[in-house]
């Protein structure tokens, strides 16, 4: 199977977050609240400069906002995206054609479109 069809088929179980961390750092709700809805719209960012990145081979580009955003995602344990954005990684920093680049950057837009729903969940149940 091809890496990328491993990948899509990898993503179709919506992965765990892990918010233990969030509640060691706020003691106040309201705060973890701001903090995931910060993470939102840090990973709506993400999402749409990391396809633009892949899709455009644009290495840069996409070794500043994986840098930016990887510190988030370790916070909340997100092991299955982190992974998916170390492979495209190490396909754009390979001197061989990334010919798949489309599909594995729409996999990497599913997986965060996965994620911010789930925060959007976690959220309405809090507030």
């Not at 106040?28 to 999402?47: G, R, Y």
């Not at 954005?85 to 920093?93: I, N, T, V």
Request: charged share 25%.
């Amino acid at each position: 199977m091809m890496w990328y069809k491993q990948a899509r088929k990898n993503t179709e179980v919506t992965e765990s977050i892990d918010y233990t961390y969030l509640n060691m750092l706020f003691d106040n709700p309201q705060e973890a609240i701001e903090f995931l809805e910060v993470f939102i719209q840090e990973f709506t960012s993400a999402k749409v400069a990391l396809h633009t990145a892949i899709v455009a081979q644009d290495v840069e580009a996409f070794r500043k906002k994986h840098h930016n955003i990887r510190p988030h995602l370790e916070m909340l344990k997100i092991t299955r995206l982190g992974d998916l954005l170390s492979q495209a990684k190490d396909k754009l920093d390979n001197p061989e054609p990334f010919d798949d680049r489309v599909l594995f950057a729409a996999t990497i837009s599913q997986s965060f479109d996965q994620l911010i729903q789930q925060i959007q969940e976690k959220l309405s149940t809090v507030r």
